[in-house]
């Protein structure tokens, strides 16, 4: 699949640079930076209005959220920090040697920077680890949303053999061996009773304390119109517009928490991924994959539910293109299984230089890590 893209991606660029001799900015390069500055200095509600179908119900980009966890209530703090230190103690598998933050990383924008991740004994995992960032904020969880909560979230991993393999019905009673966490359980929770529930709950409760720190286009929605660039600034606008971003990517977060099939679920090859339709058996969920979020995304690649694409600037020329779609052969025609993909997609075409704005405005979304890894766990 990453060859396949590749020679895509270098056709396509080779294509760009004839077709955009003579650049294509009606969009926005025909628009002088001060008025596009003047404009985006109001109110986001009075913001130029932004190129999505009518069928999508979007809201307009924001700041920041509240989690719904406050990491200063004094009942809240104990059970955050024994979350944690779970999520970061690698004796939550089997073999001792991978822990949530072994994929999640806090250092890699909690990613691990892999197309996939390898778990127990080294077997790779399927999709590629997502961030965990702003992680709260979504209706259901992993790329085809197969978990409802965040605590069926954090049990998936710790189970699963290509990940953490730990057999769950031994768990409590290991960490329950660990008499330093004796204290914690105390604290958190009145007693100090270790169950798989009590883990649990604690795992997806400090998760929820993991959150993208205010960015460049914070500062610019609070009122310093300066933050952004005379680039990101040209970015911000495209993506409301001709390159047709907000039909997905829409919020505080940057994405509309649904499921779109994006061309990529390699129907038919050996490496085949349905997506959602794994989950929910219906037909018009082949090949969907859950939005991601746009906050440090920058930071998190490779990108895609498979880890192939490996610098934005690609990821830019597929969507350019309007992503791979198939078209079905003879037999292929009265499959019913054969992924149709979203009709939200067309290509957008681009300039190079458009691109580029669009990336410096991603980029803008970036924002430092501030929670660091424990300096010692129970023992």
């Known amino acids: 699949m990453t060859k396949v893209i590749d020679l895509i991606v270098f056709l396509f660029a080779g294509l760009l640079l004839l077709s955009f001799k003579s ?98 004994d080294d077997l790779p995992n399927v999709r590629n680890a997502p961030s965990l960032e702003n992680v709260w904020f979504y209706n259901n969880f992993f790329w085809d949303g197969r978990a409802k909560t965040l605590a069926q979230q954090a049990e998936g991993p710790i189970s699963a053999h ?33 169950t798989n529930d009590r883990i649990f709950k604690s795992l997806a409760i400090f998760q929820q304390t993991i959150v993208s720190e205010p960015s460049l286009f914070d500062q610019f929605l609070k009122g310093d119109s300066l ?16 390159a047709r971003c907000m039909n997905c990517h829409y919020g505080p977060y940057f994405t509309d928490n649904e499921f779109h099939n994006i061309g990529l679920s390699e129907y038919g090859k050996a490496n085949q991924d349905l997506g959602l339709y794994e989950v929910s058996k219906k037909t018009e969920d082949v090949g969907k994959f859950k939005t991601p979020g746009l906050r440090n995304v920058a930071n998190t690649g490779p990108w895609f539910h498979n880890g192939t694409v490996k610098t934005l600037d690609s990821l830019m020329l597929l969507y350019n293109m309007g992503m791979p779609d198939l078209t079905p052969n003879e037999q292929q025609k009265s499959d019913r299984l054969f992924p149709k993909n979203d009709r939200l997609l067309r290509g957008i075409m681009l300039s190079v230089g458009e691109r580029k704005a669009v990336i410096a405005f991603l980029e803008a979304l970036s924002s430092p890590v501030k929670i660091k890894a424990p300096e010692r766990l129970p023992q």
């Open 162 to 194: 290509n990940e953490m393999n730990q057999n769950l019905s031994l768990l409590a009673s290991k960490i329950s061996s660990i008499k330093g966490y004796q204290a914690y359980f105390m604290s958190a929770f009145g007693t100090k009773e270790i």
């Open 23 to 120: 650049s294509d900015w009606s969009s926005s390069a025909s628009v002088n930076a001060d008025t596009l500055r003047k404009a985006y200095s109001r109110p986001p509600h009075l913001w130029p209005k932004p190129h999505v179908d009518q069928s999508v119900n979007y809201k307009e980009l924001g700041t920041l959220l509240k989690s719904p966890t406050d990491t200063s209530d004094t009942v809240m703090k104990p059970i955050i920090l024994l979350g944690k230190l779970l999520f970061f103690d690698a004796r939550l598998s089997a073999s001792n040697r991978i822990s949530c933050a072994t994929c999640h990383a806090p250092n890699l924008f909690w990613t691990d920077a892999k197309e996939v991740s390898l778990g127990h």
């Open 227 to 242: 933050a952004l660039t005379d680039q990101q600034l040209q970015g911000l606008h495209l993506f409301r517009t001709k």
